[in-house]
């Protein structure tokens, strides 16, 4: 029953900045669901940007570290992606992705959003 929608993406100049929305439906984020984002770039696969733990844990891929910034806010049930410094590279599909143990295992998957930056 639980929908993800991102929001945010957009055409970016490199250099500049994009910040990313994930709406959660079902309260997946108040129920403290581990979220990250993830992108695929054309003609690759698709790969884990940044993850924020349930207890705050957050790991980024070497790719992003220092340029992007994770976050949580629980009581809206959204989680963000804020990107700084955006390169060519960084074009991709981006997907937020919640998991939940409790119940049960359960992995929930955005349908994406477009982030095109250009040289």
């Known amino acids: 029953q639980v929908q993800l929608e991102e929001s945010g993406g957009g055409l970016v100049q490199s250099g500049g900045s994009l910040r990313l929305s994930c709406a959660g439906s079902g309260n997946i984020f108040r129920r403290n669901a581990m979220a990250a984002w993830y992108r695929q770039a054309p003609g690759k696969q698709r790969e884990l940007v940044a993850v924020i733990s349930s207890g705050g844990s957050i790991n980024y891929a070497d790719s992003v570290k220092g340029r992007f910034t994770i976050s949580r806010d629980n009581a809206k049930n959204t989680v963000y992606l804020q990107m700084n410094s955006l390169k060519p590279e960084d074009t991709a599909v981006y997907y937020c992705?919640?998991?939940?143990?409790?119940?049960?295992?359960?992995?929930?998957w955005g349908k994406g959003t477009l982030v095109t930056v250009s040289s």
């Open positions: 992705n919640a998991k939940v143990f409790v119940p049960i295992d359960m992995d929930y």
